[in-house]
């Protein structure tokens, strides 16, 4: 019999949980289906799957990171890779909220909205945030406690830096480099195990939001989840096969095919780091040395976040339209550069997004308890947009290892 691939069992899984998650959220209430199956069994089975893929993003960011700047060689080509990467992150952000505020402009999903029905939680105050504020948090003062709180954008400074100092010290500094190349073999050998059971997590995951969530919430408010999806779609269908097929002139549906397992995962977890172990393993059967993608992934999954930023652009016309609030292209335009800078702000893990809207909001005056209006179900936006944040992040490394020549084309085509 024909060997089943790991991606198809996972997209099964996909859909039996959707499939049983709806019977389960339509069934009548019962103490042993809701206390013992739902929040014992498959919460526990979803909860350690998220658990066991979270713990290797610590280890496989630094040793990657370290390994991918000390593995450049040189400051220069470091220089050169490093700001491709970024120019495209940041251009690929700030294109994702100028269309997500166009096409809204033109659905208005606010208008079908009920302001009294929505959820009102009010967003502390204590959630705001600052540009500067955000600079000064990428300056570890103490490594070690900056890697035990698993801070990733201070993981990622320091990571950097070490992997300059192996770069100057050269020679000497080989015995470290071996060290973090093996370690870094265990950590991705380590993922792929774990990967094995991806459809079993997948499932317990998927069949317990989905049993979550009633209709009438969903209801309530399907116009403008139905926007935020149909916006994702475009980006990723579009934007990034129009970039992909300039940069790279490969074909983007052997791209899906192996990138497809990390979207289940981003889907299924909501979380841009919790996806990274397998983006790192997809990005080499597409044939990405590793040299460019533990850089540029590691730092894609903290910093680029395309789906969040069309969350931002869609749900800053959503209230504006609901507060009866004119915004001026001035400040669209503020939207714009707030929401890229938003993104990079945002931690690759489930809801962060949402809270960092807050300053979006702030910005131009739209009231920050509005965000209350769609929190309720934003585990429901969370999921696709942070497919589309991963994307971009397998995107822009594929186009840049083209860009470099770094890129083995045949390992790439072949399925
Ligand atoms: N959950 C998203 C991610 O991990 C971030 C967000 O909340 O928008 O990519």
Excluded at 75 to 86: A, E, Q, T
Aim: glycine share 6%; charged share 15%; hydrophobic share 55%.
């Amino acid at each position: 019999m024909k060997k089943i691939s790991l991606a198809k069992k996972i997209f099964v899984a996909l859909i039996l949980g959707c499939i049983c998650g709806i019977i389960f959220n339509i069934a009548p209430q019962n103490y042993f289906l809701d206390h013992i199956f739902l929040d014992g069994i498959i919460n526990l089975i979803g909860q350690a799957f998220t658990n066991i893929i979270k713990a290797m993003v610590v280890p496989l960011v630094f040793v990657s990171i370290t390994l991918g700047v000390a593995s450049i060689g040189n400051l220069k080509k470091l220089g050169r890779v490093g700001s491709k990467i970024i120019a495209f992150y940041f251009g690929t952000t700030a294109v994702a909220v100028s269309i997500a505020i166009f096409f809204t402009k033109f659905i208005n999903p606010g208008s079908s909205f009920h302001l009294p029905n929505a959820s009102q939680v009010p967003i502390s105050h204590e959630q705001k945030f600052s540009i500067s504020k955000i600079i000064l948090d990428i300056v570890p003062t103490n490594p070690i406690e900056s890697l035990a709180q698993g801070n990733m954008l201070q993981i990622i400074f320091f990571a950097v830096l070490i992997g300059i100092g192996i770069t100057l010290v050269a020679d000497k500094a080989v015995p470290v480099k071996k060290l973090l190349e093996s370690m870094n073999e265990i950590n991705l050998k380590l993922v792929a195990v774990i990967m094995e059971f991806a459809p079993i997590g997948v499932f317990a995951l998927i069949t317990y939001t989905f049993s979550n969530f009633g209709f009438e919430i969903i209801a309530s408010i399907s116009k403008f989840l139905f926007v935020v999806y149909l916006i994702l779609f475009f980006h990723a269908m579009f934007i990034y096969t129009i970039m992909f097929k300039f940069w790279t002139k490969l074909d983007i549906k052997k791209f899906w095919k192996k990138f497809w397992p990390v979207a289940t995962v981003a889907f299924s977890t909501s979380s841009s780091n919790a996806a990274l172990p397998v983006s790192i393993e997809a990005a080499d059967k597409m044939g990405v040395s590793r040299d460019i993608s533990s850089f540029t992934l590691s730092l894609g999954s903290t910093i680029n976040m395309n789906g969040t930023a069309i969350m931002h652009g869609i749900t800053v016309i959503f209230l504006a339209h609901i507060y009866n609030i004119d915004l001026s292209t001035a400040d669209l335009i503020k939207v714009v550069l707030m929401s890229t800078l938003a993104s990079v702000g945002t931690a690759g893990v489930p809801g962060v997004g949402m809270l960092m809207l807050a300053m979006v909001l702030e910005l131009v005056n739209i009231p920050v308890e509005g965000i209350g209006l769609v929190l309720g179900i934003d585990r429901i936006l969370d999921a696709g947009r942070t497919v589309v944040n991963v994307m971009g992040d397998c995107i822009c490394t594929v186009i840049v290892a083209k860009l470099e020549n770094e890129l083995d084309e045949k390992k790439f085509n072949d399925v």
